[in-house]
């Protein structure tokens, strides 16, 4: 049986499972983007995620197909539509294609979301997510003492943006464009500054945050993660399984045909590491001893933390879908829990 929760502050109940789609327009197309489309709902998940930025890898080409394949869907699905929430985000800056690489603001949004409804063919998005901040974000390999300078922030004019940006998602709100709002690969601070300029300018709330969260990667437990429970915000990772490192398919070298990693990636193979793959081993034989797939044993994992809405699962099979739904039918037992914390403190940041 399917689970089900709150977003956050909303008054919108959605899956502990949410399906991804940035693979739809590469990896995968119209037919598959469909197949697992029907599977999904036929299993329960009524939360879909994409992004005006997908299919990934982000080129000009790719810019807007996972939205348009979904529309597509959704022109021939009218009726499901209202079974669905669906969410989507608005591109932040760095990409001379859209929008010419400009900063989020209050006037992008606007605009942003008018072309997302035509793509999605949709007269309203449930969710409306800034995919990055701004500033620069602390997420994608960027999260060591220094990589960031943040006392050079100019934390006024950031703060003003801030606000803008809250004010063209108000009009959308206002407008029935977008019924809730939320981030994407920001920091507590970004989250408390929202939250601030929301009450004090009677402008609409973040109701949730979704971030790179996995047995590789767990930087926003205990404190992020902590401040969403607080702040009634839901927390949903994205690359539960690690971009397919913790599957144990990239193991050794190994390369799938098709898979993800055989593509050029955005900020390179940063996740692919000696101590990744000394983690991945640990995992994968972890999981073979308690009889379970090292994918299944991820997403369960992932599921039972404390704090976690939704997980945003992918794939770009059926076989594979297939697979990691089940995960969430299968609570881990606690034996393998203990286990699979012990070797979390073996390698606890591996990339």
Same mark, same amino acid.
């Given at each position: 049986?399917?689970?089900? =929760?709150?977003?956050?502050?909303?008054?919108?109940?959605?899956?502990?499972?949410?399906?991804?789609?940035?693979?739809?327009?590469?990896?995968?197309?119209?037919?598959?983007?469909?197949?697992?489309?029907?599977?999904?709902?036929?299993?329960?998940?009524?939360?879909?995620?994409?992004?005006?930025?997908?299919?990934?890898?982000?080129?000009?080409?790719?810019?807007?197909?996972?939205?348009?394949?979904?529309?597509?869907?959704?022109?021939?699905?009218?009726?499901?539509?209202?079974?669905?929430?669906?969410?989507?985000?608005?591109?932040?800056?760095?990409?001379?294609?859209? &929008?010419?690489?400009?900063?989020?603001?209050?006037?992008?949004?606007?605009?942003? =979301?008018?072309?997302?409804?035509?793509?999605?063919?949709?007269?309203?998005?449930?969710?409306?997510?800034?995919?990055?901040?701004?500033?620069?974000?602390?997420?994608?390999?960027?999260?060591?003492?220094?990589?960031?300078?943040?006392?050079?922030?100019?934390?006024?004019?950031?703060?003003?943006?801030?606000?803008?940006?809250?004010?063209?998602?108000?009009?959308?709100?206002?407008?029935?464009?977008?019924?809730?709002?939320?981030?994407?690969?920001?920091?507590?601070?970004?989250?408390?500054?929202?939250?601030?300029?929301?009450?004090?300018?009677?402008?609409?709330?973040?109701?949730?945050?979704?971030?790179?969260?996995?047995?590789?990667?767990?930087?926003?437990?205990?404190?992020?993660?902590?401040?969403?429970?607080?702040?009634?915000?839901?927390?949903? /990772?994205?690359?539960?399984?690690?971009?397919?490192?913790?599957?144990?398919?990239?193991?050794?070298?190994?390369?799938?045909?098709?898979?993800?990693?055989?593509?050029?990636?955005?900020?390179?193979?940063? &996740?692919?590491?000696?101590?990744?793959?000394?983690?991945?081993?640990?995992?994968?034989?972890?999981?073979? &001893?308690?009889?379970?797939?090292?994918?299944?044993?991820?997403?369960?994992?992932?599921?039972?933390?404390?704090? =976690?809405?939704?997980?945003?699962?992918?794939?770009?099979?059926?076989?594979?879908?297939?697979?990691?739904?089940?995960?969430?039918?299968? /609570?881990?037992?606690?034996?393998?829990?203990?286990?699979?914390?012990?070797?979390?403190?073996?390698? /606890?940041?591996?990339?």
């Amino acid at each position: 049986m399917m689970k089900y =929760v709150k977003l956050g502050s909303s008054n919108l109940t959605v899956s502990q499972v949410c399906l991804g789609s940035m693979t739809w327009g590469v990896q995968n197309n119209q037919n598959d983007a469909d197949a697992q489309l029907d599977y999904a709902l036929a299993q329960g998940i009524n939360f879909i995620d994409t992004a005006e930025m997908y299919a990934i890898p982000p080129t000009a080409e790719s810019y807007g197909k996972t939205e348009s394949i979904i529309g597509n869907w959704l022109s021939r699905n009218a009726a499901r539509r209202k079974d669905i929430v669906l969410a989507t985000k608005i591109a932040g800056p760095g990409f001379s294609y859209i &929008r010419d690489g400009s900063n989020i603001t209050g006037a992008n949004v606007i605009a942003a =979301v008018d072309s997302s409804l035509k793509r999605l063919q949709t007269d309203h998005i449930d969710l409306y997510q800034l995919h990055w901040p701004n500033r620069q974000s602390v997420h994608f390999g960027q999260h060591w003492p220094n990589d960031i300078q943040h006392s050079q922030l100019e934390c006024e004019q950031e703060k003003a943006a801030m606000l803008d940006i809250l004010q063209g998602l108000a009009s959308c709100v206002q407008a029935g464009k977008i019924r809730y709002c939320g981030l994407s690969d920001d920091s507590p601070w970004g989250i408390s500054q929202y939250l601030r300029l929301s009450a004090e300018h009677n402008l609409p709330r973040m109701v949730s945050i979704q971030n790179e969260f996995s047995l590789l990667h767990t930087k926003d437990w205990p404190y992020l993660i902590e401040q969403c429970v607080h702040e009634n915000m839901a927390y949903l /990772p994205w690359s539960p399984l690690a971009t397919g490192l913790l599957t144990g398919k990239y193991l050794n070298g190994q390369r799938p045909q098709g898979s993800r990693l055989t593509l050029a990636q955005r900020h390179g193979l940063f &996740r692919d590491t000696k101590s990744s793959n000394a983690a991945v081993h640990a995992y994968v034989n972890l999981a073979k &001893r308690h009889n379970i797939s090292p994918a299944q044993m991820a997403l369960a994992w992932c599921a039972q933390v404390d704090g =976690v809405t939704s997980t945003i699962i992918g794939a770009t099979s059926m076989a594979q879908l297939t697979e990691n739904i089940a995960a969430f039918q299968q /609570p881990l037992t606690a034996e393998l829990k203990q286990e699979i914390n012990q070797t979390l403190r073996q390698y /606890p940041s591996p990339f």
